[in-house]
């Protein structure tokens, strides 16, 4: 598995150093609206509907100002507006990366 080996604030962006040796740039407004907590896209239930979630897609002003690592698979952002409860995978995280190419 791919994993961070080393997570930086740099300005208003999150870099993330890889254990391949990549290195990734995330735009904290973009981490915020890409959260794939349930408060941020909704919950489905088991006849296939969504309830809740946030319709913005934009966050504008919002900053990271910290992260902790969960288990060996995830990190879990603090974002200036309070949501902390969206868990990016490392391999969501890096996907997100992949749809900046």
């Not at 609206?33 to 909704?42: K, L, M, Q």
Request: proline content about 3%; charged content about 20%.
């Amino acid at each position: 598995m791919i994993a961070p080996t080393n997570i930086q604030l740099i300005g208003n962006e999150v870099a993330v150093a890889w254990s391949d040796g990549h290195e990734s740039y995330f735009n904290a407004e973009m981490l915020r609206a890409a959260s794939p907590s349930a408060a941020n896209i909704g919950e489905t239930d088991i006849l296939g509907q969504t309830h809740g979630g946030d319709s913005r897609t934009q966050f504008p002003g919002v900053t990271v100002q910290g992260w902790e690592i969960v288990g060996n698979y995830a990190v879990r952002f603090d974002f200036s507006d309070g949501h902390r409860t969206g868990i990016f995978t490392y391999d969501y995280l890096r996907n997100l990366d992949r749809k900046g190419e």
